[in-house]
Each structure stands twice: as C-alpha cells, then as structure tokens.
C-alpha cells in the first residue's frame, strides 16, 4: 500500500517568509509526528498528535511553529517568519494506535531559508 | 522525558570488520527500537526490543536490551558497504525519543 507522503519535497524561500509542509500519513495510521533533521543531525521531535487527543507541541522550538491535523488524517507543519536556522529536513511519520508500534517516515521536505 | 544517548557519534571501519553501537538512558525503558538511515534516505525500522535481556539477530544484526533495561546495543558483524547509513535507538513512551545516531561508513 501507499506509505507515508509529504509535500513539497524542496522548498526554497526567503527569510520572512511562512510555509506550509504537508502530510499524508498512512491510511488507517491515527498516530503521527513530525521531526526535524538538520544536515547530519539526529531527529529533533517537533510534534505529536494521536487521534483526536490534544497534541503535544512540546518540541516545538519558538511560536512560528504550529501543526494542526484535519480530520485525523493530513497534517501540516507552518512555519511563520522563517529563519535560516529553521533549513533543515522535516520528517513526518505516522504508526498504529498504541504504545511501541513501528514509526514509518516519509521521505521528508528539505527546507531551504535564503 | 526518556532521553538516549548513543555512542559513538560516527565509526569507520573496514569492510569485513565488525561495528558496535549503544544506546544509554539513566532511566528505565518500557522498550526500545532501532531505525537504519541511509545517506539522503529517511529512517527505516529495524526491529523493537521489548523484554528485560532480550537479544534478537537479523543475519549479520544482533540486538540487546540490557537487563536492566536501560541499555541497548546492535552489533553488526562482518561489515559491508550496504550497512553505510546512521543507525538510531529510539524509547517509546508513546512519544518516540531518538539518540542522536551513530553515523556508520565502511571502507571497501
């Protein structure tokens, strides 16, 4: 079946600027999260939203970002007034309901801030 | 939260040589995954540790979860350049808490 998809893949934009990453999770998938990876790093968790329980934005690093998911399915990551420092790779995933079930990533949005 | 520290942070080794990777936390862990990023790719699930000792293979991959479930390590036996990538631990509360990856390249 269709594995977990993000749009756009590349995103260039100027600082100041917002954007808007998109997430499709994985059909049936009520858990999802979003990451950022900058070059070489490890995962830094943004986000999580599991059903229609409040998310938990604690990795959220400052106010310009903010994640909403519609009807338990797609997901979008914004960041307002980017910032160099946000060019990084965000990563989503999505996994069964449940504790410890298997995290699958999409193949991510590489985030460039001129 | 759990946070994991992973070491080393990058190994280089030969082709054929073995590689070591370990995944600490100073509390204990429910259970632990393993995920395997190749240069460029995303994070790919390797397998999930559950039980206190438990060690489970995958060909040349051997996991452990240590005893006191604070631990874990993968072990790769006899390198080869298709084990290149950077290899996570990950504690699942449900909220998933990676290690900062251990970055493995093989020399062929």
């Known amino acids: 079946g269709a594995g977990v998809s993000q749009s756009p893949s590349n995103k260039v934009t100027e600082k100041g600027k917002d954007v808007e990453l998109r997430c499709d999770p994985i059909?049936?998938?009520?858990?999802l999260y979003w990451y950022r990876q900058s070059l070489g790093q490890g995962l830094e968790f943004l986000i999580y939203?599991?059903?229609?329980?409040?998310?938990?934005k604690s990795g959220l690093p400052s106010d310009r970002f903010s994640a909403e998911r519609t009807g338990g399915s797609v997901s979008t990551l914004t960041i307002q007034r980017t910032q160099q420092e946000d060019s990084a790779v965000y990563l989503c995933a999505s996994s069964l309901p449940g504790g410890g079930r298997t995290q699958y990533f999409g193949p991510g949005t590489r985030l460039l801030v001129l | 939260g759990q946070q994991v520290m992973q070491i080393p942070q990058y190994q280089h080794v030969q082709e054929g040589e073995d590689f070591t990777t370990y995944c600490n936390s100073s509390?204990?862990?429910?259970?632990i995954q393993w995920y395997k990023q190749r240069p460029g790719g995303h994070p790919v699930f390797l397998i999930q540790?559950?039980?206190?000792?438990e060690v489970k293979k995958q060909k040349r991959l051997t996991f452990q979860f240590g005893e006191a479930k604070k631990n874990s390590s993968l072990h790769i036996t006899a390198t080869q350049t298709t084990d290149v990538g950077t290899y996570f631990c990950?504690?699942?509360?449900?909220?998933?808490?990676f290690g900062s990856g251990t970055k493995l390249n093989v020399k062929p």
């Open positions: 990950a504690s699942v509360t449900p909220k998933f808490y």
């Open positions: 509390t204990t862990l429910s259970n």
């Open positions: 540790l559950v039980k206190s000792g």
């Open positions: 059909s049936g998938h009520t858990a």
């Open positions: 939203f599991q059903g229609n329980s409040a998310p938990d």
